[in-house]
């Protein structure tokens, strides 16, 4: 076996996976090994497909591991101390088995090792196959209940299925089968760049409404009909403000909370004050029956919702039929504040000894300071910190909720944050190498969620040429990375030199902007997004932006994407083989000024359609003719003075909190920096001035269909932060 000296890790490693391979599959799994008493210490290190819960000695250590494209697994380290005389290594794995938006559809199975560093040399241990046991799904049910298209499984959990205290080393294992020895042909492993997680438990306090319900709420395992459907829309019968202030004395007394076997089942629903990214977690004791559960953004009509937007946060457990007091948490984080428990006892009590939200993320430390001149100023700085916290998981997510995803387009800017915010350049380093390894290999493209596998590829067109962008940004808000810099223009040259192979007649991109890759020739699909208005993604009562083949944003992405690449690569010492005919930003600026600029009305448009009629009027597309230097001078300050003056005209396509940050970028390079907190008060002033508010949504308008945490969104922490006036976006 060929090891890496520095990373101690395998160029071929033999993964450990059960004889049968399944979708929505888990496995328990657990070794131990003898060690010397002179072993002080000892490195851990653990990689697994897709998801994996690590304990060590009975003791839970930590989750992981970070996502990464489809032929490469990132390690973890663990450093041990003092763990003799013996080791014992327990490990829940689960295997999606389907394509998801946050991880990358890799086969699976379980790699670890530990490493001795206490010599003068490194060496490893062996953890030998014939000492592995393994049991399947381990009270997990293998439903078809998918949490949504864009995550993997609703948890569906037996707990007289599981086997008790399987983590300690006592416990006796001689009944599990040994697992079997797995290689992959290209299958890499490569160590964690990103922050480890923070986890704790945060309980949850405070009972804030408790309802009687049927005790008995059935659902198809097939996953025809979702448990969270039947959540929201079963009666509840509220109890009276009597009752309720007797179940919550009981519950702040430490007492619990019991549902008597009567026929009826109990909705219990808390407060936790604030958005979270958790799993679920609680202590019941019960015989039969059934409780449900699940976590919630918000609130309709007082009650919380577990089904939005085709996705099932909700899940089910059943209690052991022994009766003891079984403790559980989910698989699955989510974003929620609000946390509900259905207890559904059958012909015996349920009684809810504790629940909470074992919270999740990024390890971060603020390192940075900001004297807010008022409350308002102080409330988007620490709510858009908090956002980013919540939302910065083993990758800076798009959301905690409905996709989980790294996503280009706010992914950049995200990690762009989490560096110069918390000094964590991790998460932009983990950014770049995971998008090089994750190219189309026939149009060297790249799908918006990173790891996305579905078939075939849909590729937002304006987010590839933002990574190309971000090449530059990456160079410069890490100086003295040139050298891996250098590596990552490779690909950036790929992204470019699909677009050069597309300019037209017209001197500028020509390229369909709606298609799905279905046709007999065609191997991905393709989408001008440039922001949400337009894309039917959302339900806002407002313009959209026009969309055609010859589009002014995608052209002006184009432009700042080969200016900062083409600056990139001489600071690096790259040489290209780009045609710069094709692709003269000075040429592509003339012809971008000559399609879509209005010389009456000084504005440009979206588009033009295919008889040359130029067509739209939105925020988005002035901004970026400011950013690619389409319009400049005066020109420039006067068309942006003009657009703030236009704001509210509602004929006017308008920017979602996506885009503002290059709406402030715009405003600080047509002489308008000025006005750029102003304008963010405006703009966030609804979110701001909401108390329910405690992470900015995905869309100002909040409607029922956005996340309601959404790290693009706290762009005002960047904007107030002193390094958001030195540093550019644009050069």
């Not at 520095?6 to 599959?25: F, G, V």
């Not at 619990?256 to 019941?284: N, P, R, Y």
């Not at 300071?369 to 798009?398: M, N, R």
């Amino acid at each position: 076996m060929n090891i890496d000296a520095k990373s101690m890790l395998p160029t071929e490693p033999t993964w450990i996976w059960a004889r049968e391979t399944h979708k929505n599959q888990t496995l328990l799994f657990r070794t131990q090994l003898q060690v010397p008493e002179s072993l002080k210490s000892v490195d851990l290190q653990i990689a697994a497909n897709t998801r994996y819960y690590l304990w060590v000695n009975g003791c839970y250590l930590s989750q992981g591991p970070c996502p990464a494209p489809k032929n490469q697994s990132i390690v973890d380290t663990y450093h041990l101390d003092c763990p003799g005389p013996s080791i014992c290594i327990a490990v829940i794995v689960h295997y999606y088995g389907v394509d998801t938006q946050s991880h990358s559809s890799a086969k699976p199975g379980l790699w670890c090792q530990l490493v001795n560093r206490t010599g003068e040399t490194d060496r490893t241990i062996d953890l030998p196959i014939e000492n592995w046991r393994c049991l399947h799904q381990g009270g997990w049910i293998p439903t078809d209940c998918r949490r949504s298209w864009a995550t993997a499984w609703v948890d569906q959990f037996d707990a007289n299925r599981h086997p008790e205290n399987w983590q300690a080393p006592e416990y006796n294992d001689a009944d599990w089968e040994t697992p079997i020895e797995l290689t992959y042909t290209h299958a890499t492993l490569a160590p964690r760049e990103v922050p480890p997680l923070r986890e704790w438990f945060q309980p949850a306090e405070n009972l804030i409404a408790a309802a009687y319900v049927s005790n008995h709420a059935d659902f198809p395992f097939d996953g025809a009909v979702k448990l969270g459907q039947v959540l929201d829309e079963e009666p509840w019968d509220m109890l009276s403000t009597q009752q309720l202030t007797k179940v919550c004395e009981a519950w702040s007394a430490g007492k619990g909370i019991t549902a008597e076997a009567s026929g009826k089942g109990l909705a219990l629903l808390f407060d936790l004050g604030h958005e979270v990214a958790a799993q679920t977690e609680f202590d019941i004791e019960g015989k039969d029956g059934c409780v449900d559960h699940y976590g919630s953004e918000r609130l309709r009509a007082g009650r919380p919702r577990a089904y939005v937007k085709d996705a099932d946060y909700s899940g089910r457990w059943f209690p052991p039929s022994s009766g003891r007091v079984s403790s559980f948490r989910t698989l699955n984080y989510n974003g929620f504040r609000y946390l509900l428990i259905v207890l559904r006892p059958d012909k015996h009590p349920l009684h809810l000894r504790r629940c909470g939200a074992w919270r999740r993320q990024a390890d971060l430390v603020r390192a940075c300071e900001f004297t807010p001149k008022d409350y308002e100023e102080q409330s988007l700085w620490e709510t858009s910190l908090h956002t980013i916290e919540v939302g910065t998981q083993e990758t800076a997510i798009d959301c905690p909720t409905r996709e989980q995803a790294l996503y280009i387009g706010d992914g950049l800017w995200h990690s762009l944050w989490l560096n110069k915010l918390y000094q964590s350049p991790g998460h932009l380093h983990h950014f770049f190498d995971a998008i090089a390894a994750s190219q189309h290999e026939t149009s060297g493209l790249i799908t918006p969620a990173v790891f996305r596998g579905a078939q075939p590829p849909v590729f937002l067109l304006d987010y590839c040429l933002i990574y190309v962008w971000g090449i530059d940004v990456y160079r410069r808000a890490l100086p003295g990375n040139n050298s891996r810099v250098k590596a990552t223009l490779e690909s950036g040259e790929r992204v470019l030199k699909w677009f050069e192979d597309r300019i037209g007649s017209s001197g500028l991109v020509e390229t369909n902007p709606k298609s799905f890759g279905h046709g007999p020739e065609e191997d991905h699909g393709q989408l001008v997004f440039i922001d949400h208005p337009g894309m039917g993604w959302h339900m806002q009562n407002e313009p959209g932006m026009e969309r055609s083949w010859i589009q002014q944003g995608l052209n002006a992405f184009l432009i700042i994407a080969v200016h900062a690449f083409l600056a990139c690569a001489e600071a690096c010492e790259y040489t290209h083989s780009l045609n710069l005919e094709k692709l003269s930003v000075e040429r592509l600026r003339e012809q971008s000024r000559k399609y879509f600029h209005h010389t009456k009305t000084g504005y440009f448009s979206d588009c033009v359609d295919e008889n040359g009629k130029r067509k739209g009027w939105s925020e988005q597309s002035q901004i970026l003719a400011v950013l690619s230097k389409m319009t400049t001078g005066d020109e420039a300050h006067e068309m942006i003075r003009q657009l703030i003056e236009a704001r509210h005209d509602p004929k006017l396509c308008k920017c979602t909190p996506y885009f503002w940050i290059y709406y402030a970028e715009a405003l600080k390079q047509s002489g308008h920096g000025s006005q750029i907190i102003e304008l963010v008060k405006e703009a966030w002033g609804g979110m701001n001035s909401n108390p329910e508010v405690t992470c900015w949504w995905e869309c100002f308008g909040g409607d029922e269909l956005d996340s309601y945490c959404h790290p693009w969104s706290a762009v005002p922490a960047w904007l107030l932060h002193p390094d958001a006036s030195e540093f550019r976006l644009c050069l």
